[in-house]
């Protein structure tokens, strides 16, 4: 079994805080659903927090994925299969009903823009209906433990199936490898939003982007069985990254062409046009070069051994990610009377939400039993 690599528990702290700002950039003007809205009519401003959250939406939560692949094999290995799935029923179940009991009701405040006090919204919508938030099965950005539940099913019953037949020589990571990967996702991201375009969501899943989750995570258990990580190159991860600044001004040349501009992105999302296909090819693409990038440069620079705050950013970075869309949306909702720059708010929200998630998520961790879930 490999040893425990400590740049991966980094690269989630740094995908976690990114998941924070990601959320308080939509906030402020950047596209994306949320809980809380305080657009402006600012092109230069909206233009740059879309191109942020944009960028991002390309890569994070697909590594995100890769890693949680990637840790799968080991985990079912020393669990077995009724372990493994207890072990994971718990630890991303009990979160999910959380959030859909404790959290949305109270982010409901806001994004219903109730007229009454906040106790008045407790005492009627929240104790008054209590199990509400299972009817309405609503788990915000939770929707990535919901997704992996399902992947993990699919793992188990692969497992179970094939009786570990296909445990034999590991997949190489070679460029064909790459090239058929992209090539299915991007023809996979362009039928998919012929039925799902991005932005419509079946049971809280953006299925429109799911061809490149599936294929990360497949890619993660291949890449634990093969050693892809300790190949990784230097040289490649350059060429990754130049790729990717590439398209990142690609992106809004593309998107003003065919009619961004004039308030027409619906198309880029999907349907039988060049910008759907557009979009679906530059998505995964761009997402595959900065995580190619971001996981070369952690592993060459941030692998030493855990010290200082980094062992307690790493250990809380879990229960952040469950709580962090409460901070987010009432650090933006109390500072709503300000009449800053939306720039000037984004950075002082985004900094007081990981603040504030990080020590919440320190706290209630000190609660006996906490840890074993979270």
């Known amino acids: 079994m490999e040893k425990r690599l400590n740049y991966l528990d980094r690269l989630k702290v740094y995908m976690t805080v990114l998941v924070i700002l990601h959320h308080t950039a939509i906030t402020y003007g950047g596209a994306g659903g949320w809980y ?3 657009h402006q009519d600012n092109v230069v401003v909206n233009t740059l927090l879309t191109l942020f959250t944009a960028v991002n939406q390309s890569y994070f939560m697909g590594l995100f994925f890769f890693i949680s692949g990637y840790v799968t094999p080991t ?16 630890r991303f179940g009990i979160p999910l009903v959380f959030y859909m009991l404790v959290i949305s009701p109270i982010l409901r405040y806001v994004s219903t823009g109730f007229k009454g006090s906040f106790g008045t919204f407790i005492e009627e919508e929240v104790i008054g209906h209590p199990l509400r938030g299972l009817v309405e099965f ?19 019953g692969f497992r179970l199936l094939t009786a570990d037949k296909f445990r034999g020589r590991p997949l190489a990571l070679t460029p064909r490898v790459i090239t058929r990967y992209v090539v299915i996702v991007v023809a996979a991201n362009f039928l998919v939003r012929l039925a799902f375009p991005v932005g419509t969501e079946f049971l809280n899943l953006q299925l429109g982007y799911f061809p490149a989750y599936i294929g990360l995570f497949m890619a993660g258990i291949a890449a634990y069985r093969g050693n892809w990580l300790g190949q990784l190159s230097n040289r490649a991860a350059r060429k990754w990254l130049w790729t990717a600044i590439g398209l990142i001004v690609l992106m809004p040349a593309g998107m003003a062409i065919g009619g961004a501009l004039e308030g027409n992105t619906s198309v880029f999302m999907g349907g039988w046009n060049w910008q759907s296909a557009f979009y679906a090819a530059l998505d995964p693409l761009m997402g595959l070069g900065i995580s190619y ?14 010290r200082g705050i980094t062992p307690w950013l790493s250990a809380n970075a879990f229960l952040v990610y469950i709580l962090h869309a409460a901070f987010v949306t009432y650090a933006a909702f109390s500072l709503r009377h300000l009449g800053w720059h ?3 708010k984004f950075g002082l929200t985004g900094c007081a939400a990981v603040v504030l998630s990080y020590t919440a998520a320190s706290i209630i961790r000190q609660v006996p039993g906490v840890k074993q879930v979270v």
């Open 75 to 90: 985990s079912y290995d020393r669990h077995g299969c009724a372990g493994f799935v207890k072990a994971r029923l718990i």
């Open 36 to 38: 809380y809205y305080e």
């Open 342 to 344: 939306p720039l000037v």
């Open 293 to 306: 990038f971001l996981l070369v440069w952690f592993r060459e620079r941030w692998n030493g051994a855990s």
């Open 138 to 156: 609503s788990v915000g950005p939770l929707w990535y433990l919901e997704a992996l539940l399902l992947f993990f099913a699919g793992y188990v």
